[in-house]
Structure formats: structure tokens, C-alpha cells
């Protein structure tokens, strides 16, 4: 069967042009600019009427928590997948801290045999580091994972390295790119006992941003830069919070990533949403916030994420002790990113560099991330000047709230293929299992 989005504007590698997509299969077969043909010349097509709108590549989240297995009245696979196809969302990278943690290969291979059976999207899974599991680093197959995930802080699921030793042996022992999450433990307990002095038990949600520093951050990221430069490593530090932690980027192979949560949100919103925007790192100051947004701009940072991680609304309860980490996101990142296009933060040409191009280059995806002739048919049509309101019933996540409730978009996501499926259409989820496992090559020791 072949599919014709015809009268759409493309905006791929850079550039924004009305024309016409034609797919047969799984693949990209052709884009052609010009006005909007009336056939592609197959004799069983569909024709997708993208007049008015915008057709992107899909979204390549490089960074969700799906909680699936162990922690699955959160959220699953099958319920999260869904969340990302109404989002625009293509393709995600699954972290580690589940139940249990994907740090070994019957782990890794558990989670690739569920998604196979249950995921509307494509989808991969990264391999968590520990202490003492580096020895098995050399029977990953590299063709199938993104990298290796290391917490270098405290967060959900206690995967904790902070040894020296450890983390050494962690940066000397793969070439395949290691995410961190780098936030200093030490300064944070510190903090956190100061609080509790004079907050009591579960201080103020307020005090998030002061218990989970900036200090915490700059200082566990700069250790992160120096192993990865001492080892010659491959680093992407993930969700960057701060101005400081960006005066490390770039350097050679050492890349970071910013988070929606974290340019859309301040402090200034716990007074407004609470716990509800509680997550690790801690979203931060209007500085802070702004200088991030900056760095979109100029490659200090390489790729836009969510750190999509649902928690079900009663565990969300409390202050900085009680209250859960984490918010679900990836319904609505497409669109949130699209605000900001809006507001004059970044071109829509590099939203879709950062949340298409930049992680399928960085990670090595092979066959997707950008609209190409002969690569998977991926792609996200989004119409802009069409608003509605985020009301529960939308909500595709298992865990049923979001942060954005009750917010009014401009843009909306229209429809969304992958390999070459229609998985979401104004409003509906395809109920079929179209996700593959992705494919990686990966560059080792050369610059990203």
C-alpha cells in the first residue's frame, strides 16, 4: 500500500518547503517540492490532505521512564506508547530503573520481548550501569541499545555509582555513549537534613530547588566531563538544570540534554502546580531557565527530551521528602516545544534538529530521525493555530493527570505514522502494535 501526504509544508535538515510525501511500505519512497499532487501513481493509495499543516520527522525521545516491568500501575509500554503516538512521537530510549533494573541481559532482553508484543512506537532500551556490572558490557549487542545509563545521584530506583572505582571502571569500559544523571548525593543529604530542621519531616515543595542545588548539579557534572575526558569516553549528561553545568558544553563527545519540563517550567510554578512538577534534577530559577533556552541555540545543548516518568497523582502527595519525582510529559512535548517556537526561542528548523535530527546522529539510529528517501516512514503532521485544552480525558498515560491540565494549546498534532502506519489520527490511537526495534551504528571515538 502506498500513502501520499500531499500540500504539506516539510521541515527537515534545515529547511521549510511545501511539498509531497509519497510512502510505500515501511519507507520513504519519495519528496518531491512543489504544490500538492492529486496521486502517487500506486493503485491502492491513501491520500493525506496536510494542506495548512506542518510534516515533520517524528519525535526521537531519548529519554522516558515506562515503568514497565515492575512499577506498572504507573504506567506500561503499551499505555505509554500510546501517550507518545498522540504526541508525535515516533521513537523513545527506555531507562533502566525499573522493576527490576535493566542491568542484565535477561533484564535487557525481558523488556525488548514486551515492547515487541505491546509498543505502538519504535522503541530501545538502555542498559543501566552498577557498581559491579561492567563486566558484562562487552556482551551487549551494540546494534540494539542506545548506551549505557549511569546515575551519578541519587533518583527513583537507587542505581546509585559514586564510588571512584566504580566510575572509572564504568568510563574506561565502553565506547558506547553513557547518559548520566549527575547530581552530587553528599550536597543534596546535606541539604536535605538542613530543611528538615527547621521544615520538620517533609519540607516545602518550595525548597526542591535549594535541596537538589545548583551546586549539586554543577559539581557531579564536571566530575562527568573530567572521566570522560580522562578516559576518552563518550558523554551525554541528561537533563542539564542550571546556567553553570552549561559553561562545560561542548566538548569533544561530551554532549548534554535539555528537558521540556525543565525550559518550560520555573520555580516559580511549585507555588501554582506543586509536586506536580517535582523532579530530579530540580526544575529551577527564571536564570536558570532562560539561559537554557539560550543554549538551544548555540550547541551546548544537542537534544530535547522529557525524562517522561508518570507516578500515579497519590504518590505525587507531599512535600520534598514524600512526594514522588518525576511527570509524565511525552503527550505533549511536540506541542509544548511548538509553544516556544512560537514565543521566538527557537526555529521550528531547530526544534526538529533537537528533538529529530540531533538524537538519531548521536546515538546512531539507523533509518530514522530525518525524512529521506528509503528510510522508515516516521512522521508527525502538526497544524498550527488550532487550539484546544488539556482536559483528563485526553490524557493517554496510565497515571491519568498532567502538569499542562487545564492549559490551551495553539498547535495540535494531527497524525502520526511509523513505518508507514497511520497510529494516530485527530484524536485516535490505532489500537496496532506497529513499534520495531530500533537499529544503532555506532561512530566509536568520533566526534559527535
Request: some cysteine; charged content about 20%; proline content about 5%.
Amino acid at each position: 500500500m502506498s500513502i501520499l501526504i500531499k500540500g504539506g509544508k516539510i521541515v527537515n535538515e534545515g529547511k521549510t518547503f511545501e511539498g509531497n510525501i509519497v510512502i510505500e511500505g515501511e519507507e520513504i519512497k519519495s519528496i518531491v517540492a512543489g504544490p500538492a499532487q492529486t496521486t502517487s501513481g500506486g493503485g491502492d493509495d491513501v491520500v493525506i490532505d496536510a494542506t495548512g499543516c506542518f510534516v515533520l520527522p517524528g519525535v526521537i525521545d531519548s529519554h522516558v521512564h515506562f515503568r514497565e516491568p515492575g512499577l506498572t500501575e504507573k504506567a506500561c509500554i503499551e499505555t505509554e506508547s500510546r501517550a507518545a503516538a498522540a504526541g508525535g512521537v515516533t521513537t523513545y530510549f527506555d531507562m533502566p530503573n525499573t522493576v527490576p533494573q535493566t542491568v542484565t541481559i535477561e533484564a535487557l532482553e525481558d523488556k525488548f520481548s514486551r515492547a515487541e508484543k505491546s509498543s505502538h512506537v519504535n522503541y530501545s532500551f538502555f542498559f543501566g550501569a552498577t557498581n559491579d556490572n561492567t563486566n558484562l558490557f562487552s556482551q551487549l549487542d551494540e546494534t540494539r541499545i542506545p548506551g549505557i545509563k549511569l546515575f551519578m545521584g541519587s533518583s527513583t530506583g537507587n542505581m546509585l555509582v559514586d564510588r571512584d572505582e566504580a566510575l572509572n571502571r564504568i568510563f574506561s569500559a565502553t565506547r558506547l555513549p553513557i547518559m548520566a544523571h549527575c547530581e552530587d548525593t553528599e550536597i543534596i543529604n546535606r541539604n536535605m537534613a538542613e530543611a528538615k530542621k527547621s521544615g520538620g519531616d517533609d519540607p516545602s515543595i518550595a525548597l526542591h530547588p535549594f535541596i537538589r542545588s545548583e551546586e549539586a548539579c554543577f559539581k557531579s557534572t564536571q566530575k562527568a566531563v573530567e572521566l570522560a575526558k580522562k578516559h576518552h569516553a563518550r558523554l551525554h549528561v541528561a537533563h542539564l538544570s542550571t546556567a553553570e553545568e552549561l559553561d562545560l558544553f561542548p566538548a569533544p563527545n561530551i554532549t548534554a540534554e535539555a528537558t521540556v519540563g525543565h525550559l518550560y517550567f520555573t520555580l516559580l510554578d511549585y507555588a501554582r502546580l506543586g509536586a506536580k512538577i517535582k523532579v530530579n534534577p530540580s526544575i529551577k530559577s527564571p536564570v536558570d531557565q532562560f539561559m537554557l533556552r539560550e543554549a538551544l541555540n548555540d550547541g551546548r545543548i544537542e537534544t530535547i527530551g522529557t525524562d517522561h516518568a508518570p507516578h500515579l497523582l497519590s504518590q505525587k502527595q507531599g512535600g520534598c521528602a514524600h512526594a514522588a519525582s518525576g511527570m509524565p510529559m511525552i503527550q505533549f512535548s511536540l506541542v509544548t516545544m511548538l509553544e516556544l517556537v512560537d514565543e521566538g526561542v527557537l526555529s521550528l528548523e531547530r526544534m526538529v534538529q533537537l528533538m529529530c535530527h540531533q538524537p538519531a546522529k548521536l546515538f546512531g539510529v539507523e533509518k530514522r530521525g530525518f525524512l529521506r528517501p528509503g528510510y522508515q516512514a516516521d512522521v508527525t503532521i502538526v497544524r498550527p493555530k488550532s487550539p484546544w485544552t488539556v482536559v483528563p480525558e485526553l490524557i493517554q498515560s496510565r497515571c491519568g493527570w498532567s502538569p499542562m491540565e487545564g492549559h490551551t494549546y495553539q498547535w495540535r498534532v494531527e497524525q502520526t505514522l511509523c513505518n508507514g502506519h497511520l497510529i494516530y489520527n485527530k484524536g485516535q490511537v490505532s489500537p496496532d502494535i506497529v513499534g520495531q526495534a530500533v537499529k544503532f551504528c555506532h561512530h566509536h571515538g568520533t566526534q559527535l
